[in-house]
């Protein structure tokens, strides 16, 4: 089917596109015109003719089609095709009901109209029309309306049924749709999706997963019932442990009971022996305390008597020492006595001497410093010449003209400026010089005496006679003028300059400055040797050497009236005097010092010999004391205990009643030994442990079996051991299930997964007629190696994406726009060119404004693929609102420019149809109220606003 | 003077059937043992039995729940004979048994006075007869329950005048019992070591079928089967009735006593033909029967996918009427060539025709789970084309 040629009128904003002629020989047709020129609306105009019933009502689609601004003239649009062999003129006006029109002129000349006509118009092209609201469904895959270019090409405008009649007729017949195939993958599906959740998880209540949270429940039952059984048998083991710790308990008590009895027995014993042997040991311990005491007293009584014997023998000759010692210490101190006496003497004379020296050596000083300060005064009388002589010549200064070499440069300056006026003047002045006159010549009324010369500067009048009268302008007037004032204004400047200096002339001016010159440079050098002089340092010094002056003046009077006998030499005997003073003094520290040496000496002597003399003596009184002491207890002692006969018969008494407590003291003890007490103590200690543990024990363990018995008497309503039994023959044989359930759920898993398997398989192979269209297609766009890939599950197509050897696989979705639109139109060229069989071999392709993001290159290739898909036989319409760009595509183009004026003659399209003709105004409006109108529908809508052309 | 008595043992009273997996059917199970129980007493009183031995395991366990206990004890009541039994190994006596209970004694002496349990060994002298109990106090008892009736003194025997002497024992014997895979091996009985002539008849529990060991020594079985049998020479279900003599062997009758029917069956199936031939063996062996048959099921042998599912559809046809349906399945799955051509070779199906020759491949290439998972696959796609 090829489309040959249109015209639309009172379309919207076509009023009349006139006849366009759509086909051309390469198959290729360029409809150009600027933005808002009608091109989409005249596309959208030949889809509403093709495809919406002629009497199509409704407002919403009849506002959207009819003029704008309304005429009250219907859309008419005329398009003749051809299809089935032969040409046909189809006309269709959109009135909104039955008088809307509908004309179908066949290849024989004979017409069709109303439903005849529509329904020979939807067996030719394959789509029966409509109401607007499935408009746009028609040849959805071969009309690209703008915007739409980058939409998937399997999506909702794949025509499926006429892919797969046509893939099945191409030699892959019936392989697509086995409907046995389709009937078992559904009922595989089915099995799955009855195990299994389309997020590939088990799905509640599916038989596997009942048999999982069966298996589960089982073995959490199994757990409670082994836990049961366990408390149960612990239960058990417990009360026959208890059992048997109570007859333990029993027989062990039995055990020991007599053993207890006869401990205590012992215990009993042991006491009484231990009472006894208490008394014994007093009875023995007072005959060991009166014994002792007895032999105590005597033997310090024999001690004492020796010890007195040697203390009196000790101390003879102590008394001896402490008289010797006593005869050196008196010696000593008299001669430390005199050694006193002559050292007193020595540091008296020592003392003059040091006075003598510090006297000498003061009038030394005082001596020097005199000369120092006479020194200085006579510095000070220099440095007070050379100041008269600075007051003197800043006077001669000051008295000087104030003209320093600049003062006199500008001065220099301004005589040369008056020196230039003056020059100027003159040259420009009249020197008259009366050479000889007849008669009186004045000068401005002032005569002029002959041989005179007269410099006349400014403009005057010569009179000679009294009839002459001559006036002379010298230079010009205005030059001279202002010449001579410039003469005078630097003579009023260097006369001001001379006053301001103080002078009369430049000369005087000149000497002033010399003058000051040479005073300047004498007052530097006086004020330098000044201030080399230190004026100030000088001051100072003579200031503090007058002031020390005065100190040592005073310390050497000081001095002398220390040293009143000190009789100062005259000045040149100061230097021997001193000298002389210095060496008495050292003479005399020398003898002191001999002397207090000797002294200290002598002292410490005295010192050792007086802690000897002291020690020894009462050393001697402790002894004396001792023997006192010593004599005094032997006296009392005596007399208590008698002399040594009556001690030695006391003694021997007490001795005999000690023994005879001993002998019974050891009988007891004997006794106490054979019954072993530690022994018995640990046994009765270990006995009453005994006890004290069985019966604990024996409680305890009734206790515990009277608890148990009580638990163990009470029936369950379930038997703990015949559960456990029953839980595992019952979890066996729900594992049993489980394994079969699994089993079978893989199996679906497994059968599903090679069913899809193989349908995509399958898929692929009955689309490779067309995958072998698209990819020659694709292989002149993105080159050699690329192709286009579509899955394909026989039920569905889908996931188109383009791969290139460089670049690999990527799905259309992850695609660029541009690549988008160029993929998708290969894919729409490539299904048109498959599809074109069942239409004479060609079948129409729109493309508004497609492509419009290619870059040049890829815009070059696109026009090869266009033009292969041509001369396959596709007529491709292109519709771009920049011809040039397709430039190099070779199409027919078509000017759509002025479309929406009024092109054709006003009246009935009748170039081509013949017979299309205005009809009258119908106003029945037959809107069967079904329709939407064009401009609502959501495609078309969408695709106007991203476009934003207006929707024209 | 003959004493007429009833000998029964293994009552196995509460056992729990976990590995049935309907509820109804283990309680089916459960009371048809004690169903048991009024069978033996109509017997008893039939036959004029003095009383009835029970060898031990009465039941199943020796902490049974409350409600078996309280059971058991009013269908014993009803008996209308005196009941003497001993505890077996599955209800052994000592600390937490049932016997001990103040609980059972006190229910004991309400609903079944005729009931004496027998946990001492002492004999129990009773009108024409003296019982030897020998009752078993642990679950595992290593030494001989029997030997206290060898220490019995020369009077004690004569004491006992001419009335018959029977020991009522529970364990295996040397020359029978747990070396032929039942029974409890620890238990055992040293029957040769009991005083030669002075016992005249041995009541033996624990080999759940009826087993003459000696002349005068007997396993009376379970009255009522509660396992798939072993053997040939197993044959439970039955009790006895024994009339004996002092110094003479006994008179012992086995009588029929269970109801419920344990099939156990070893089948081989390669044809359809003998497919047929196990279907009609079914329908003998069951008959209009209904929820009174179990049935344990080694089917081997080889089939094809249209055979595998006849199986499986023939089992599941018969299951219902079942206590319970234990199939042991060792059947191996050959797809025959008719079947792998209906399914391989569909010019106008490429789905199936793919899917089932990669199934076939992975089928035949596979061992162990992968092999059973592309058999379960494939078998459900026959299924699905089958149906298609």
């Known amino acids: ?952 | 003077m003959a004493f007429r008595f009833l000998h029964t043992a293994d009552w196995q009273l509460g056992k729990p059937y976990g590995w049935v997996t309907s509820p109804e059917q283990q309680n089916r199970l459960r009371e048809a043992r004690f169903d048991a129980i009024d069978r033996l007493g109509e017997l008893a009183r039939g036959e004029g039995a003095r009383m009835v031995l029970v060898a031990g395991d009465v039941f199943d366990s020796n902490r049974p729940g409350a409600n078996t206990i309280v059971t058991a004890l009013g269908r014993i009541g009803q008996m209308g004979v005196p009941v003497l039994l001993i505890p077996g190994n599955h209800d052994h006596g000592g600390p937490g048994s049932l016997w001990e209970t103040k609980e059972f004694t006190e229910q004991s002496r309400r609903l079944a006075p005729n009931l004496r349990v027998l946990t001492e060994c002492q004999p129990v002298e009773m009108e024409g007869v003296v019982v030897l109990p020998c009752p078993l106090l642990k679950r595992m008892e290593t030494t001989d329950t029997t030997a206290w009736i060898r220490q019995l003194p020369a009077e004690t025997w004569d004491s006992f005048g001419t009335r018959p002497r029977i020991v009522l024992a529970h364990g295996s014997v040397r020359e029978f019992g747990s070396a032929a895979g039942e029974g409890d091996a620890p238990n055992q009985i040293q029957l040769g070591q009991l005083p030669s002539g002075q016992i005249d008849y041995v009541a033996l529990g624990d080999w759940h079928g009826v087993k003459e060991v000696a002349a005068n020594a007997w396993y009376s079985g379970t009255p009522e089967i509660d396992r798939f049998p072993k053997g040939a020479d197993n044959r439970p279900g039955y009790c006895l009735i024994v009339t004996t003599n002092r110094g003479a062997n006994p008179q012992v009758e086995e009588r029929r006593t269970t109801r419920k029917l344990w099939h156990q069956l070893e089948r081989q199936v390669h044809s359809s033909e003998e497919l047929e031939t196990l279907e009609l063996e079914f329908h003998e062996l069951l008959k209009a029967r209904v929820n009174d048959d179990l049935m344990e099921l080694e089917i081997s042998g080889s089939l094809g996918l249209d055979g595998r599912d006849r199986l499986e559809r023939m089992l599941e046809s018969i299951r219902p009427g079942l206590i319970a349906l234990d199939v042991r399945d060792r059947v191996t799955v050959n797809p025959t060539e008719e079947e792998i051509e209906a399914l391989t070779c569909r010019a106008g199906d490429p789905l199936i025709r793919t899917v089932a020759g990669r199934l076939l491949e992975r089928y035949r290439g596979s061992t162990g789970e992968a092999g059973a998972t592309a058999l379960s696959a494939l078998r459900d796609l026959h299924g699905l084309v089958c149906r298609a």
């Open chain 1, 1 to 952: 089917m090829k489309l040959i040629s249109a015209r639309v009128r009172n379309f919207r904003i076509i009023r009349d596109s006139g006849l366009l002629q759509l086909d051309s020989p390469s198959g290729l047709a360029l409809l150009g015109a600027p933005n808002e020129s009608g091109k989409s609306t005249l596309a959208e105009a030949i889809h509403t003719c093709l495809f919406v019933v002629h009497r199509t009502g409704g407002d919403g689609f009849l506002n959207g089609i009819r003029p704008k601004p309304a005429t009250g003239d219907h859309p008419e649009v005329m398009v003749e095709f051809e299809a089935n062999g032969g040409r046909h003129q189809l006309r269709k006006v959109f009135k909104g009901g039955k008088t809307s029109v509908a004309e179908l002129t066949l290849p024989g000349g004979s017409t069709l109209s109303g439903e005849d006509a529509e329904k020979r118009l939807g067996e030719l092209t394959g789509h029966a029309p409509s109401n607007a609201a499935n408009r746009e469904k028609a040849w959805a895959h071969l009309w690209v309306w703008q915007g739409g270019a980058g939409d998937d090409p399997l999506g909702e405008s794949l025509p499926k049924e006429r892919l797969e009649q046509r893939l099945a007729r191409e030699g892959a017949g019936g392989v697509l749709r086995s409907e046995t195939d389709s009937l078992v993958k559904a009922q595989v599906e089915n099995l799955w999706e009855q195990t299994f959740t389309a997020t590939q998880r088990l799905r509640a209540n599916s038989d596997l997963q009942k048999a999982e949270v069966a298996l589960q429940e089982a073995r959490e039952r199994q757990q409670a019932a082994v836990a049961e059984l366990n408390r149960l048998e612990a239960d058990i083991t417990a009360k026959v442990d208890a059992q048997r710790r109570l007859e333990e308990a029993k027989l062990g008590l039995e055990r020991v009971e007599p053993e207890w009895e006869r401990a205590q027995q012992q215990a009993d014993n042991l006491a009484t022996l231990q009472g006894q042997l208490g008394d014994a040991k007093r009875q023995l311990d007072a005959a060991a305390v009166a014994l002792g005491h007895l032999s105590k007293a005597n033997q310090e009584i024999l001690d004492r008597q020796t010890r007195a014997a040697g203390l009196r023998q000790a101390m003879e000759p102590a008394e001896k020492e402490v008289l010797d010692l006593l005869e050196q210490v008196r010696t000593a101190e008299t001669r430390e006595n005199g050694l006193h006496e002559e050292a007193g003497k020595a540091a008296q004379a020592e003392e003059i001497a040091r006075l003598q020296q510090e006297l000498a050596q003061a009038c030394a000083n005082l001596l020097e410093h005199e000369k120092t300060l006479a020194r200085l005064e006579a510095a000070q009388a220099d440095a007070e010449k050379v100041g008269a002589e600075i007051a003197e010549l800043e006077g001669h200064l000051a008295a000087l003209p104030p003209v320093d070499d600049k003062a006199l440069s500008r001065l220099n300056g301004l005589e040369q400026e008056v020196l230039v006026a003056e020059a100027g003047l003159k040259s420009m002045a009249l020197e008259l010089e009366l050479v000889k006159a007849d008669r009186p010549v004045a000068l401005n009324g002032a005569p002029i005496a002959e041989g005179t010369t007269t410099l006349v500067t400014s403009g005057a009048e010569l009179t000679v006679g009294d009839g002459v009268v001559v006036r002379l302008t010298p230079g010009g007037a205005d030059t001279l003028a202002k010449t001579r004032r410039e003469v005078e204004r630097a003579r009023a400047a260097l006369a001001e300059g001379l006053a301001r200096c103080q002078v009369e002339s430049l000369a005087i001016a000149s000497r002033a400055r010399d003058q000051r010159v040479d005073l300047e440079a004498r007052l530097g050098g006086a004020k330098r040797q000044l201030k080399a002089m230190g004026l100030e340092r000088l001051g100072q010094e003579l200031t503090e050497a007058r002031r020390l002056k005065s100190v040592r003046l005073g310390e050497k009077e000081r001095l002398a009236a220390l040293a009143p006998e000190c009789v100062i030499p005259p000045e040149e005997g100061i230097a021997g005097w001193l000298q002389a003073s210095k060496e008495a003094e050292r003479e005399a520290q020398a003898a002191n010092h001999r002397l207090n040496t000797e002294f200290q000496s002598l002292a410490r002597r005295v010192t050792q010999l007086r802690e000897l003399w002291g020690k020894a003596g009462e050393s001697l009184e402790r002894n004396r004391a001792a023997l006192a002491e010593l004599e005094g207890g032997l006296s009392l002692l005596l007399a208590e205990h008698g002399d040594a006969e009556q001690r030695r018969m006391s003694l021997g008494e007490a001795q005999a009643k000690h023994l005879g407590s001993q002998a019974i003291a050891k009988t007891i003890q004997d006794q106490i030994d054979a019954l072993n007490p530690e022994e018995l103590q640990a046994a009765l200690t270990r006995l009453r442990r005994s006890r004290e543990q069985l019966a604990a024990q024996l409680s305890e363990a009734t206790h515990q079996k009277a608890t148990l018995d009580g638990k163990l008497s009470v029936f369950p309503s379930d038997d703990p051991r015949a559960e456990v039994l029953a839980g595992e023959q019952r979890l066996r044989v729900l594992e049993a299930d489980h394994r079969a359930k699994k089993l079978r759920a893989d199996g679906i898993q497994l059968l599903r997964d090679e069913f899809q398997r193989a349908a995509t398989e399958v898929g692929q192979e009955v689309l490779r007629p067309l995958l072998e269209r698209v990819n020659r297609l694709a292989r002149i766009v993105f080159g050699h190696g690329a192709e286009l890939r579509v899955t394909s599950t026989g039920e569905s197509l889908g996931g188109l994406a383009l791969y290139r050897p460089e670049r690999g696989l990527h799905p259309f979705a992850d695609l660029s726009a541009g690549t988008r639109e160029q993929v998708a139109g290969i894919f729409r060229l490539a299904l048109a060119g498959l599809l074109a069989a069942d239409h004479d071999g060609c079948l129409p392709i729109v493309l508004d404004d497609s492509f419009v993001n290619a870059d040049p290159g890829r815009l070059g290739r696109m026009h090869a693929m266009l033009d292969a898909a041509a001369s396959d036989g596709l007529q491709v319409i292109l519709i771009t609102c920049d011809p040039s760009t397709h430039a190099t595509l070779g199409a027919r183009q078509i000017d759509l420019t002025g479309i929406t004026r009024n092109l054709a003659v006003q009246g009935t399209v009748s170039a081509v149809a013949g017979n299309l003709s205005e009809e009258p105004e119908n106003a029945d409006g037959d809107n069967d109220g079904n329709t939407i109108a064009m401009s609502a529908l959501p495609g078309v809508a969408n695709r106007r606003a991203k476009k934003g052309d207006g929707g024209q």
